[in-house]
C-alpha cells in the first residue's frame, strides 16, 4: 500500500467525501462503518463536506441522519450549499453576486438548470433513437428498483436541480453523445451507477470553490477527499492529500495520479480507514 508522506497540517484541516461507496455502502446505504470516521473529525472539529453526485434533498436527508453541519456539493458539483449560519463567513470570501439564498442556505450555483438538462436530454433521446433513459423519465418506483432505495428516498433521488442520471443501453454510443452534449455546452460524466449529463462543471470545480473559501477564511489549509468512482477524480485534484477506497469488488477505479493513496478496504470502512491515516499523518491521531 502507498503511504503519504509525513507532513505538517497548514492552518485548518479539511475533508471532502463521496457519498454512495464511500460514506455510504454502495447496496445498503448504510452508514454503520464510516461513523467512527466521522466522529473522529466531529471530536477535533474538522469539516467533512459531502461532494457527491446526489440530489439536494437526498444529501439533506444524510447530513440529518449523520449529524453533519458542514458545507455540501450536489450533483457532482452543480451546486454549492452552505448553512445560513456559517454564510456571513462565506460570503466575505466570495464574490459579490456570487450567493442566492434558498431553503436556509446560501447557494453558489455552478451547473446548468435541470429544465435545460432535460431539454438537451430529448434531443438525445430523439437523435440516437430512444436508446437512453434518465431519471425524469423514470416514475419513483422504477427509480427504486434501480437504486435498490425505498420510494421515499427513490423519490429524493429524482429530485434533480443540476444533473441528469442516465442510463445508456450501448456504450458504444456514449462518444456520440459526449459530442453532442459538447456542442450544446453540456458535459456527460461516469457515475458509480449512471451517466451523468451535467453544465460545464463538475466535483473539482466545486471543490475548488470551497478549498478557495476557506483559505481565504482561515489562511494555511491543508485539504484532503475520499472517494472510489472516476467522477472523484476531479475533486481528488484538487485536494492535497486524496485517498482512493475499493470498489464493491475489491478493485480501484482506474485514476492515476503520482499522490493518490489506495485504502485497501471497500467504501465506509475504506472512509475511516483513509480518516484514520489522514489524522495520524498530520500528528491529530495515534489510534493507527
Known amino acids: 500500500m502507498k503511504r503519504e508522506k509525513k507532513t505538517h497540517m497548514q492552518g485548518r484541516l479539511i475533508v471532502f467525501t463521496d457519498l454512495d461507496g464511500t460514506l455510504l455502502d454502495y447496496s445498503t446505504y ?7 470516521g466521522m466522529g473522529l473529525l466531529r471530536e477535533r472539529d474538522i469539516p467533512l463536506i459531502f461532494c457527491t453526485s446526489k440530489s439536494y434533498a437526498e444529501v439533506v436527508y444524510f ?4 449529524g453533519n453541519t458542514s458545507p455540501f456539493i450536489v450533483e457532482n458539483g452543480g451546486a454549492i450549499y452552505i448553512p445560513g449560519g456559517q454564510a456571513a463567513l462565506f460570503r466575505r470570501a466570495g464574490r459579490p453576486g456570487q450567493f442566492r439564498n434558498s431553503g436556509g442556505y446560501a447557494v453558489i450555483q455552478l451547473g446548468a438548470d435541470y429544465a435545460r438538462l432535460r431539454q438537451v436530454f430529448e434531443q438525445i433521446k430523439r437523435e440516437f433513437h430512444e ?4 431519471f425524469g423519465d423514470m416514475d419513483v418506483r422504477k427509480v427504486a428498483s434501480y437504486l435498490n432505495l425505498p ?8 429530485e434533480r436541480r ?8 450501448d456504450p458504444s ?8 452534449a459538447e456542442r450544446r455546452g453540456l458535459r456527460v460524466y461516469p457515475g458509480t451507477r449512471f451517466y451523468h449529463l451535467m453544465g460545464d462543471t463538475d466535483k473539482g470545480i466545486a471543490v475548488k470553490v470551497l478549498v478557495s473559501a476557506y483559505r481565504e477564511m482561515y489562511g494555511g489549509l491543508t485539504s484532503a477527499a475520499v472517494g472510489e468512482g472516476k467522477n472523484d477524480e476531479p475533486m481528488f485534484r484538487q485536494v492535497d492529500v486524496p485517498y ?11 485514476i492515476r495520479m503520482d499522490n493518490i493513496v489506495k485504502i485497501d478496504k471497500v467504501g465506509p470502512e475504506g472512509f475511516t480507514s483513509a480518516v484514520k491515516r489522514l489524522l495520524s499523518t498530520e500528528g491529530l491521531y495515534n489510534g493507527i
Do not use: N, W
Request: charged letters at 35%; hydrophobic letters at 30%; a negative charge.
Open 30 to 36: 448504510s452508514y454503520e462503518h464510516s461513523e467512527e
Open 63 to 66: 447530513r440529518e441522519k449523520t
Open 151 to 158: 420510494p421515499g428516498l427513490a423519490g429524493m433521488a429524482k
Open 131 to 134: 436508446r437512453v433513459i434518465g
Open 173 to 180: 454510443l456514449l462518444d456520440g453523445i459526449k459530442q453532442f
Open 162 to 169: 443540476y444533473d441528469e442520471p442516465f442510463i445508456l443501453e
Open 244 to 254: 482512493l477506497v475499493q470498489r464493491p469488488d475489491g478493485k480501484y477505479v482506474d
